[in-house]
């Protein structure tokens, strides 16, 4: 393990989900032997949002409307947001293909059929995925669907991440090339700022960023999950238009994640018995091979949602110490993870070579 020394540029990064890892290894990577990183957090790994994810990755991006309903509001046409999702379906290609990343790692390639009860073109991502075809009709049918129901169901081949297995594989790339973790809870951005420990602050702390951030536009959107054992499936069916509650079967590891529900501005990671049942007569309507596999857990968690986009922000605070604010991804964490990190990085790194003032990216 790499020593760090004082000629490192200090690197404080708050939150160890799959934002404040990523920008670890991203930083590790990129500046090794300039920076030295200490992760912060209260939780890590198997106790972060980010484990109870489903961990689906499509290189495209839903906003989330208001935070009283936490409705969907469907694919946008962001600019920003697609290329940061690009960059991380690219990541993810070359840690599968060159890396040899596998099931066991926390990755897995798999095939997916996406479900649409209107007509719908063939999307800009098509190109970004394996094997990407709009099924006939016919083929519809074959699946023992209502081709009436659904106009449009699209197949092709994408990535499931498993964050209890993806987050430690992340967690031992950091620390091998020098990386430390503290478990401690930051109560307050400015303190660590001014303490002279660090050089450069990255806060990756979700909707933590509600109290240390002061941002009160950072806000939950619940969505419930049950997980089924089903040895053997390795497939996903998404659903997206169902009352704009998305429905999903997601293989991962050890089980089958089925969801889900979209609640606004809600603390409880509680699940009620009578939404697990609906959300799993859903998906087995979807996916009838599915019926009679037995529920071995259900639980909420809470997506950081950011209105109206998240935040990627260099600040200064007395002393000229620099905080990046990285947060606010909502239910697009592993969507974006990778672009989001490469952008904080440019920002580390242009401070490396002269110093920041305070802009938006």
């Known amino acids: 393990m790499e020593t760090q020394t004082t000629q490192h540029t200090r690197v404080a990064v708050i939150g160890a989900g799959i934002t404040g890892l990523s920008v670890s290894l991203c ?111 016919g083929e519809v049918t074959a699946l023992g669907l209502r081709a009436d129901l659904f106009k449009t169901v699209w197949r092709f081949k994408t990535f499931v991440i498993d964050g209890k297995r993806f987050l430690p594989w992340m967690t031992r790339r950091v620390a091998e090339m020098g990386g430390r973790f503290e478990t401690r809870k930051v109560t ?47 497939e996903v069916h998404y659903h997206h238009e169902a009352d704009l509650h998305p429905e999903y079967v997601i293989p991962r590891t050890d089980c089958v994640l089925l969801g889900s529900t979209t609640e606004g501005d809600t603390w409880s990671t509680d699940t009620e018995p009578d939404v697990v049942e609906g959300i799993y007569k859903k998906c087995v309507g979807l996916v009838p091979r599915l019926a009679g596999s037995r529920i071995v857990g259900s639980w909420g968690c809470l997506r950081p949602v950011r209105h109206p986009e998240l935040r990627v922000e260099v600040e200064e605070v007395g002393g000229g110490t620099p905080i990046v604010h990285c947060y606010g991804h909502g239910g697009q964490g592993y969507i974006l993870h990778w672009g989001t990190a490469m952008e904080v990085a440019g920002m580390v790194g242009r401070y490396l070579e002269r110093g920041v003032k305070s802009s938006k990216l």
């Open 27 to 137: 930083l590790s990577r990129l500046y090794r032997g300039r920076v030295a990183i200490t992760v912060m957090a209260e939780r890590f790994s198997p106790h972060t949002t980010s484990d109870s994810s489903g961990g689906l990755v499509i290189p495209s991006f839903s906003s989330y409307g208001t935070r009283e309903n936490g409705k969907q509001a469907g694919e946008v046409a962001n600019d920003r947001l697609q290329r940061w999702a690009y960059v991380t379906y690219d990541h993810l290609h070359r840690l599968h293909d060159e890396e040899g990343l596998r099931p066991e790692d926390g990755l897995m390639l798999v095939p997916t059929y996406k479900y649409f009860e209107e007509s719908y073109p063939v999307p800009e991502w098509a190109s970004h995925v394996i094997d990407f075809r709009s099924l006939e009709a």
């Open 188 to 234: 307050s951005l400015k303190d660590l700022c001014g303490g002279g420990d660090f050089d450069v602050v990255v806060n990756c702390t979700g909707l933590g960023s509600q109290d240390l951030a002061g941002d009160d536009e950072v806000y939950p959107v619940k969505g419930q999950v049950v997980a089924i054992e089903a040895p053997g499936f390795m």
